[in-house]
């Protein structure tokens, strides 16, 4: 089956630094990437998604790029404000089935 | 209030009773999942069930059953409990298209004592 592997597991930025999250999956099928955001106590929401005919994809201060050929996917979230202090998830997709990486937790000092 | 819902939200009981969770989305979606979230965070998915037919089932124990009565409900019933199944259980929905965004329920916390 599908195996996602996400480093690091925990990244402390200063408020206003860059912040990048990488992932690799192990399955060539896969076609679906999404990130998810979980803070303390709530569910994981979806922040923004790739697909696999798309290299790269941006969204305000968040952009996630994607290498097929390496099958490594990464989160990229600039000017990082202290709200962005959160677990995040990658994943990768065959059909139904959604494989989460590790997690990484994002601290973001003031 | 379109949504994925659980209930209940925290759930405490001893070693070896039953109990069951409900989950429920109104956004007309044609697959839930139910996922377990441990200690450490990871997050796994547990069953996947599409117009109230199973299509997934990973590694768990069969004192585990999930019920689908209809599209929009999927119940997750544990028999004999285990402090290991202490956890936070998500149920998640998603439509059935090629790249389907997974919308997750706000969590069930199980303590096991």
């Known amino acids: 089956g599908e195996n996602v592997e996400q480093h690091p597991s925990t990244l402390s930025v200063q408020e206003g630094d860059s912040a990048v999250i990488k992932c690799t999956y192990s399955d060539s099928a896969s076609n679906y990437f999404p990130w998810y955001k979980q803070e303390l106590g709530k569910r994981p929401q979806l922040i923004i998604d790739i697909r696999s005919n798309v290299g790269e994809k941006k969204d305000q201060r968040i952009a996630v790029t994607l290498n097929k050929t390496a099958k490594h996917f990464s989160l990229h979230i600039t000017e990082t404000q202290p709200e962005d202090s959160a677990v995040y998830f990658c994943?990768?997709?065959?059909?139904?089935?959604?494989?989460f990486g590790g997690g990484t937790r994002l601290m973001v000092k003031p | 209030d379109t949504a994925v819902s659980q209930t209940p939200k925290y759930l405490v009981t001893q070693m070896g009773n039953d109990k069951s969770i409900k989950c429920e989305q109104n956004?007309?979606?044609?697959?839930m999942y139910w996922y377990k979230q441990d200690s450490k965070k990871f997050l796994k998915i547990m069953f996947s069930y599409n117009n109230k037919e199973l299509i997934i089932n990973e590694t768990v124990p069969n004192r585990f059953s999930p019920k689908s009565p209809d599209k929009a409900h999927l119940n997750l019933h544990i028999n004999s409990l285990e402090l290991g199944d202490s956890a936070v259980y998500f149920c998640?929905?998603?439509?059935?298209?090629?790249?389907?965004?997974?919308?997750f329920g706000p969590g069930t916390r199980l303590t096991v004592l």
């Open positions: 994943a990768a997709s065959i059909g139904n089935m959604l494989t």
């Open positions: 998640a929905s998603s439509p059935q298209r090629a790249y389907n965004e997974q919308f």
């Open positions: 956004l007309g979606h044609d697959t």
